[in-house]
C-alpha cells in the first residue's frame, strides 16, 4: 500500500482520531442497526472478527456476541492481521455475513501514552507492550533508527554543512539495515560519486548538499562543531531495507504492512499508534480486495469494516478494558449486486446515524442460565 513514498505521509495524516471514536458499548448496537437498514435478515447474521489474540480484546468479542445473537467467527490472527484464507469457511456458517477488523494499541489515561497495557491478571498489575506483536516487530527498526540518530553528525558553518556518516551507512553488502538517501544529503560529483573530505576509522566526511544545509540550519546552529543529527533525521532521509521473501506462511504480514511507512513510523512521537493506524489502513486494503473478488461472498450481504481499537487499561476494579473503535473504512456488498466504499468521514456520519438502542440483543446472562437449566442430555457413544 506504500509504495508510493511521497504519499505514505498523506495517507497516515488522512487517518482521524479526535472525535472519531465511539465506545464499543455504542458501536456494536449501531453496527447490528446499519445491518438491519440494510436489509440483513435479524437472527441470520454470521459477524466474524479479526482481532489480535491478546486477552484486551475480549470486551468486543462479548459485545458482538450479545448484539449479533451469536458468537463471531474467527477471522483474526496475532498482530491485528486477518486470515483470508477463512472466508469459505465464514461464508457457509450464516446468511448475511458481517466481518470487523481492527489493529489494536494500549492507552494509559495516567501517563496519556500509547503503547502499553496494563494486565490486571498478572500478580502486580504489570503494564506492558499492547499490541505485543507490533512491538516485536518494531523494535529492531526503532534500534537502527536510535543508532543512526547517534552516529551521523553534523557540522554546521556559516555558508556550508559537513556530514560525518559511520560507515555502515556507506555499504551495501548488509542484508538488512537503515539506508540513507545519500542523493538528498551528500554532495557528488558529476560522474555520480561522492569524494569524503576526511576519512576515520569507522566514518567519512562529506560535504553536505545545498538543500540538506539549508534544511538543516532549522535544528543546527553554526560553529558548534559536530553534533549528533538526532530528531533531525526525518522520514525523507532514510528507509529500510529488509527481506520479506521467506515470508511463506503469512507470518510476516504485518511487517509487510508498515514497512512501507516506517520511517514515519519510528519518528512519530508516538510509534505504536503510528504502526497500529497503518497497519489497519494496509490491511483493509488487502483483505479488501480479497473479500470483494471471493466466489463465497458473491450474491450474499456482506458488511465488511475496519477500524483502530484503543484499549484503555482498566483500573484494579474494572473487570474489561474500555474499549474506543476509531472506524476507517467499509466495504459494503448487497445481494441485489451494489457494492460500494466508504472512507472514513462518511462512514462514521454513516455509525453516527444509527440507534444505539437493540431490543434484539441477547441476554447473555438468561442466555447462560437457560442452558444452565436444560435437562441432561446423554452422550450415547458408540463401542
Not at 470487523?100 to 496494563?118: A, I, K, L, N, Q
Not at 556550508?160 to 555499504?171: A, G, I, K, P, V
Not at 510476516?252 to 489497519?280: C, D, K
Not at 463465497?296 to 473487570?319: K, M, T
Request: proline fraction near 4%; glycine fraction near 6%.
Amino acid at each position: 500500500m506504500y509504495n508510493v513514498r511521497d504519499n505514505v505521509q498523506a495517507s497516515l495524516g488522512h487517518f482521524r482520531m479526535e472525535n472519531y471514536w465511539f465506545r464499543y458499548s455504542n458501536f456494536v448496537p449501531r453496527l447490528f442497526n446499519w445491518c438491519i437498514e440494510l436489509g440483513f435478515e435479524p437472527g441470520k447474521i454470521m459477524p466474524s472478527r479479526a482481532f489480535c489474540s491478546d486477552e484486551s480484546q475480549g470486551y468486543p468479542v462479548i459485545l458482538l456476541a450479545k448484539h449479533f445473537g451469536i458468537f463471531p467467527f474467527n477471522h483474526g490472527q496475532v498482530g491485528g492481521i486477518m486470515a483470508c484464507d477463512r472466508h469459505g469457511p465464514h461464508a457457509h456458517h450464516g446468511k448475511d455475513l458481517v466481518i470487523v477488523h481492527s489493529s489494536h494499541v494500549g492507552y494509559d489515561p495516567e501517563t496519556m501514552t500509547f503503547g502499553s497495557y496494563r494486565r490486571i491478571q498478572t500478580a502486580n498489575h504489570r503494564c506492558s507492550s499492547n499490541c505485543g506483536k507490533i512491538h516485536a516487530t518494531l523494535e529492531w527498526y526503532l534500534r537502527e533508527y536510535e543508532f543512526a540518530s547517534q552516529n551521523i553528525f553534523v557540522d554546521m558553518r556559516a555558508d556550508h554543512c559537513r556530514l560525518t556518516l559511520d560507515n555502515q551507512y556507506l555499504s551495501r553488502s548488509r542484508e538488512r539495515s537503515l539506508v540513507l538517501h545519500l542523493e538528498k544529503m551528500v554532495e557528488h560529483q558529476h560522474d555520480g560519486e561522492m569524494l569524503p573530505i576526511a576519512m576515520q576509522s569507522t566514518s567519512r566526511t562529506f560535504m553536505a548538499t545545498t538543500t540538506f544545509f539549508q534544511h538543516m540550519r532549522w535544528f543546527f546552529n553554526a560553529g558548534c562543531g559536530k553534533q549528533p543529527i538526532g530528531d533531525a533525521l526525518l522520514p525523507e532521509y532514510f528507509t529500510y531495507h529488509t527481506s520479506l521473501r521467506e515470508d511463506t506462511d503469512g507470518s510476516r504480514q504485518l511487517e509487510q504492512n508498515l514497512i512501507g511507512a516506517m520511517p514515519w513510523i519510528v519518528t512519530s512521537s508516538e510509534p505504536m499508534l503510528t504502526a497500529a493506524q497503518a497497519n489497519t489502513q494496509a490491511e483493509f486494503d488487502r483483505a479488501y480486495r480479497s473479500i470483494s473478488q471471493d466466489k463465497a461472498y458473491r450474491g450474499r450481504n456482506l458488511l465488511y469494516i475496519a477500524g483502530l481499537h484503543v484499549d484503555i487499561s482498566p483500573s484494579p476494579e474494572q473487570a474489561f478494558v474500555l474499549t474506543k473503535f476509531i472506524p476507517w473504512a467499509a466495504f459494503v456488498q448487497l445481494k441485489n449486486g451494489e457494492r460500494y466504499v466508504l472512507e472514513q468521514e462518511a462512514l462514521f456520519a454513516r455509525l453516527q446515524a444509527c440507534n444505539t438502542d437493540n431490543p434484539q440483543q441477547l441476554g447473555l446472562d438468561a442466555a447462560i442460565q437457560m442452558m444452565e437449566d436444560e435437562e441432561e442430555i446423554h452422550l450415547h457413544l458408540p463401542y
